[in-house]
């Protein structure tokens, strides 16, 4: 949102991964890295130091530690200027706030996506944002039931859980979905913490009205973020599994998206953003060019009632509509199968899928 047409790519590291933290191609031949080092300074635990370096390198230059070439014109200066001015206004405007994203779909399949979404994280985190984040865990749960030989059901795009499979679904999403998430965040710089609906009492689940056909398949009943609130006043990246337990301490499955909206708005969250395996919501479903950039709750509810928002995308939808009705300010759902995705959504103007505001 707001860099220029010329940029192609963008690549993220941390301070302790030697990697280019923005790398902005300019044409076939030209590459501008921006290189981000954070660390915390000797006085504050909290405070943090932020060093920008820039180099150019041509494009048959593969070896990251290339020396910087010094021959710039003036227009790689002014495009180097351009794209780092441009982020200034959306650091301003989201420093201090809290972000919710919810991650799944394609984002946790591909090791580069995965990667991407990390490194975002961390360079929010870094910036002055709050990021908090959820995550669900199918394709790693298919992969143990079926080492297991527990057949994997489903009715209505949710997951039939009964209580082999709930056993299965919590080490899976507790033990190791969230636990490799939190590594991978901490390793690029930051400082997650890793939970699920069960710790701190952060969620109160109860049984999903269809718990007949779906078993242990529930719903967010409560949610209370004390101890949310203490990790993000603290710096720190709360990681959430979608997984709690009832009042009687029975565990359930819940949707991620649903725990993403529900913990938003309990937070009182700025953002909450919804990772998809789609562009975003579509006036034409058919129509991958037909991208609705912005809408409001009305535009949105009249969309559903005319059927061009069906099948899974209208419980994303609801769960945004929800959360805004909430407190929460904007409600994104957006393509997490660009490398990025988060970047473009919350420091430019394009965005990277549909924003829905109250």
Known sequence: MGATAAVKSL???SSQEPLSFLSFTKSKTLNLNF????????????????????????????ALNDPPNPILSSYDHQLRVKILSESLPYIQKFRGKTIVVKYGGAAMKSAEL???VVRDLVLLACVGLRPVLVHGGGPEINVLLNQLNIPSQFRDGLRVTDARTMEVVSMVLVGKVNKDLVSRINFAGATAVGLSGMDGRLLTARPSPNAAQLGFVGEVARVDPTVLQTLVDNGSIPVIASVAADEFGQP????????AGEVAAALGA?????????????RNREDPGSLVKEIDIKGVKKMIEE??????MIPKVNCCIRSLA??????????????HSLLHEIMTDEGAGTMITG
Do not use: P
């Open 11 to 13: 690549h993220f590291c």
């Open 35 to 62: 290189n981000f080092d954070f660390s915390k300074t000797s006085s504050t635990s909290r405070s943090r130091r932020l060093r920008l370096a820039v180099r150019a390198s041509s494009a048959s230059s593969t």
């Open 114 to 116: 995965k990667a991407s």
């Open 252 to 259: 359930y499955n819940i949707n991620a998206d649903t725990v």
């Open 270 to 282: 700025e953002k909450l953003i919804l990772l998809t395996d789609v562009a975003g919501i579509l």
């Open 307 to 312: 059927g061009k928002v069906g099948g899974g």
């Open 326 to 339: 909430q407190g929460v300010t904007t409600a994104s759902i957006i393509d997490g199968r660009v490398e």
